[in-house]
């Protein structure tokens, strides 16, 4: 069964539940779905490791207190998906965590900040020059009265623009890579406190 076929079944059995408590539970599945396979299963294989549907959509309302409906009823939850859905936390990592917070956190957003500003001098560099070169062509033929020099600062202008492109393209590179930094870093903070489940 593919993911969002096994979401949609789950998301229909568990329709007694409140909208919140229902997307929770979804959300929840979803998750541990993209956890088995960024370790190497199919998607296929990564539901089949759940157990059926009406298992888990029948352990889910009976934990917040509803009477699984006739196409929610099945047999009890395979062991390992009822460990796995009870979310373990790290005492000891969560202390650790904010004592580093206190003592370098500071420090880490100055530095995370000063990137992006770095960033953003780029993009006003690389437009600069996009914008130069371009004042620079349509001025050349007001500012030069002979052919040589017109030309010549047209062919910098040219230049300019053609710079400013990749420029503009390494930057947004850069832009997402700084994006793709704080996402890995909040799955890491999560790896941690969860004691191994992210």
């Known amino acids: 069964m593919k993911k969002y076929d096994f979401l949609e079944q789950l998301r229909s059995r568990l329709s007694s539940l409140s909208e919140e408590e229902r997307e929770r539970s979804v959300s929840f599945y979803s998750e541990m779905i993209d956890d088995i396979i960024e370790e190497g299963k199919t998607e296929e ?5 759940l157990g059926s549907v009406d298992d888990i959509a029948a352990k889910i309302l009976s934990e917040n207190g509803e009477q699984p409906s ?3 009823v099945g047999t009890e939850m395979p062991q390992e998906v009822t460990a796995a859905a009870k979310p373990k936390y790290n005492t000891a990592a969560i202390i650790l965590l904010i004592i580093f917070g206190v003592f370098f956190g500071g420090g880490i957003i100055g530095i995370y900040l000063g990137l992006w500003g770095a960033l953003i001098g780029l993009y006003a560099a690389a437009g ?3 914008v130069i070169g371009l004042a620079g062509m349509i001025a050349a033929p007001f500012i030069h009265h002979t052919m040589a020099p017109m030309l010549m600062q047209i062919g910098t202008g040219l230049m300019g623009i053609g710079l400013c ?3 503009i393209m390494l930057c947004n590179l850069c ?4 994006v793709e930094l704080v996402r890995l870093c909040i799955k890491l903070v999560k790896h941690i406190v969860t004691g191994g489940r992210i």
Do not use: D, Q, T
Not at 175 to 178: C, D, H, Q, S, V
């Open 45 to 49: 294989e990564a539901v089949g490791s």
């Open 165 to 167: 492109l990749p420029f």
């Open 128 to 130: 600069s020059m996009g």
């Open 70 to 72: 006739e196409e929610a």
């Open 175 to 178: 832009a997402k890579g700084l």
